[in-house]
Nanobody, 125 residues
Framework: QVRLVESGGGLVQPGGSLRLTCAASGRTFSMYVMGWFRQAPGNERESVAAISWEAGSTYYADSVKGRFTISRDHAKNTLYLQMNNLQDEDTAVYYC??????????????????WGQGTQVTVSS
């Protein structure tokens, strides 16, 4: 199993930035794709970004392209999500997830076997 722990959420004003971090432990050698999802109250969970753990190829939802950047640090077994120019509609609980196999795009939650506990991001003036 892979254990995932997110951090870095918080309250930010519109136009501000946050960096989310996801620390992975356990069977990290089995990770193939890692991703970020978010869920706002009353909304379904949606994929935000994903990255292949070895090759580094990335996917972004249209709503965050040009504003968010996903990256990973192999040595630290850590996944990041740099979020710039945050808007009210980015308010949600953000979850880190790991898949042990290749996935199709857009990423689906059912493709990911391991999940973090989530971190709240609130964008408000």
């Amino acid at each position: 199993q892979v254990r995932l722990v997110e951090s870095g959420g918080g309250l930010v004003q519109p136009g501000g930035s946050l960096r989310l971090t996801c620390a992975a432990s356990g069977r990290t050698f089995s990770m193939y794709v890692m991703g970020w999802f978010r869920q706002a109250p009353g909304n379904e969970r949606e994929s935000v970004a994903a990255i292949s753990w070895e090759a580094g190829s990335t996917y972004y939802a249209d709503s965050v392209k040009g504003r968010f950047t996903i990256s990973r640090d192999h040595a630290k077994n850590t996944l990041y999500l740099q979020m710039n120019n945050l808007q009210d509609e980015d308010t949600a609980v953000y979850y880190c997830a790991a898949s042990m196999a290749p996935i199709a795009t857009p990423p689906q939650g059912s493709d990911f076997a391991s999940w973090g506990q989530g971190t709240q991001v609130t964008v408000s003036s």
